[in-house]
C-alpha cells in the first residue's frame, strides 16, 4: 500500500508541530457563548422531546438467564444466515475487570436472602437486539451458576452452602432462587432520530450511571460512545507487546489479583506492576494511545492538556471518519516508533532518568514529549543513527530532566497548559536532535 506523504510542517506561533498526513488535521474549534433562549422555546424543545431518553422496564427470572444470553437471531434478511446473540453481554465498552468467584458468590447469596439488586441497563441497538450498558458482570455471574461453573465459596450468611455448584443446591434452596428476577430498565431505539443523537443521549447515560459506586473510565466511555475505526485501531494497538512492556502491563493476560492488590511495588512477568494492571483494568492504555495520535495536532488546540478529555472526545469523534489507508499510516507510525523508543531506552523510554539508574514510574507527560519527538520529521529520517549513538542518547535525556528539576520542572506532570506542552516537545526534541547534531 503507498502511503500518503505528510504535509510540510512549520512553526504556528512558536509551537513545534508535526508534519501531518493528508487529510489528518482535525479542527478543535469549540462553539462559545450562549444564546439567551425564552421560556416559549424551552417548553417546545421540552415538548417535541429534545434530549429525552425513551425507556421501559423489564424483569427476568433468574432461571431463565442462561437460555436468555444464549438466545441468537439472524443478523439481518442478507447475511446468508449469519446469526449473533440477542443481547450482546460483551460490548467494547465493558470493563475489563473480572469477578472473582467470592463476588459472584455474594451476589447469589444476596438472591438467596431477597437483598434489592441493582436493575441492569440494557441499550436496544436495533429493534429487538439489545447491548448491556451497566450490569454485564451480574449476568455473566448468574449465567455461569447456573452453567455450573463456580461453585459458592466465602458465603456470609449461608456458609453451610460454600462448595456446592448450583446442581448441588438442596431442592427447596434451587427453587428459592429459581424464583427470584433481575429488574432492567431498557433505553430503546426510539430515543434518537439519528445516530449522532443516540451517540450524545449513551453519553448521558454513561457519564450519570454508576456501577457500584464505581464510575465508568472516560475511555469505557468512548468506547461505547464514540466506538469506530480509529477507536479499534487504538484497541488493537494497546495489545503492542513493546507498548505494554514500557507502561508495565503484562504481555499476555492481566491478573485481577495484581490489579485489586494496594501495592505498586509488584514486580511481574515482563516487568508488569500493580499500576500497569489497573491502567489495564480502566482501559487507560487504549486512551493513551489514542492521545498519541490526538497529540500529533495540539499545537492547535490551544487548552493544552488541561482539557484532555475533551480534546480526545473530539479528536476520536472525528477521526473515526478518517479513511482506511491513513489509519494503516497511523498503525504503522505507531508501531514504528514504539519498536525505536524500545530499542534506544528499552522500559525507560516514558520514565524521568537519572544518573542513578533508579528511574520513576512512566508517565504520560513524558510519553507525550518522548512520541512526539520520536515520531517528528526531523528524526524519523535518522533513527538509525541515533540508535548508533543510544548511549548519547541516554545521557542527553539525563542532562535535560536534571536541568529539568532545578529550573521550570515542566516535566512534573503539574503543568498542563499549552505552553507547557510545547517547552516539553522543545526540550525532548533538542535532546533527541543533539545526538546527530
Sequence with gaps: MKKPKPNEGALQDGAVVQN??????????????????????????????????VTESARYSLAGILSMLEETVEVDS?????????????????????????????????FLMNVPVPPVFLYERDLARF????????????????????????????????????????????DGIDRRYISSIILLKETAATEEQAAGLKKIVFERLNSGGVRLSSQETRNAVYNGPLNQLCMSLSENENFRRMWGIRVDEVDDSEADADSDG??????????????????????????????????????????????????????????????????????DALAFLWEALESDAFCVLSESGKNSRP?????????????????????????????????????????????????????TNFMDAQERNRLVLAAFSSVIA
Design 78 to 110: 442478507g447475511s446468508g444466515g449469519e446469526r449473533e446473540y440477542r443481547y450482546k453481554l460483551d460490548p467494547e465498552y465493558q470493563r475489563r475487570h473480572r469477578w472473582s468467584v467470592e463476588r459472584k458468590s455474594r451476589l447469589i447469596e444476596s
Design 20 to 53: 501531518l498526513l493528508p487529510d489528518e488535521k482535525v479542527s478543535f474549534v469549540v462553539p462559545v457563548g450562549k444564546n439567551v433562549v425564552s421560556d416559549e422555546e424551552l417548553n417546545s424543545r421540552y415538548a417535541k422531546g429534545d434530549v429525552r431518553i
Design 266 to 335: 509488584f514486580d511481574g512477568a515482563d516487568g508488569a506492576t500493580k499500576s500497569g494492571a489497573r491502567m489495564f483494568q480502566k482501559m487507560e492504555d487504549v486512551e493513551l494511545v489514542l492521545r498519541f495520535f490526538a497529540y500529533r495536532q495540539i499545537a492547535s488546540y490551544k487548552m493544552g492538556l488541561n482539557k484532555i478529555s475533551e480534546f480526545l472526545d473530539i479528536f476520536l469523534m472525528k477521526g473515526n471518519k478518517f479513511q482506511a489507508p491513513l489509519l494503516e499510516s497511523y498503525r504503522q507510525i505507531f508501531e
Design 363 to 415: 508517565t504520560k507527560i513524558v510519553y507525550d514529549a518522548v512520541m512526539f519527538a520520536a515520531t517528528h520529521h526531523s528524526i524519523v529520517p535518522r533513527r538509525l543513527e541515533i540508535l548508533k549513538k543510544k548511549e548519547e542518547l541516554r545521557g542527553a535525556l539525563i542532562e535535560m530532566y536534571k536541568s529539568d528539576k532545578s529550573g521550570n520542572v515542566v516535566f512534573s506532570g503539574r503543568r
Design 131 to 174: 447491548e448491556v450498558m451497566d450490569g454485564r458482570q451480574r449476568l455473566t455471574a448468574l449465567s455461569e451458576f447456573y452453567a455450573d461453573k463456580f461453585a459458592l465459596s466465602g458465603l456470609q450468611y449461608w456458609q453451610d452452602l460454600d462448595g456446592r455448584k448450583y446442581s448441588q443446591l438442596p431442592s427447596k434452596v434451587r
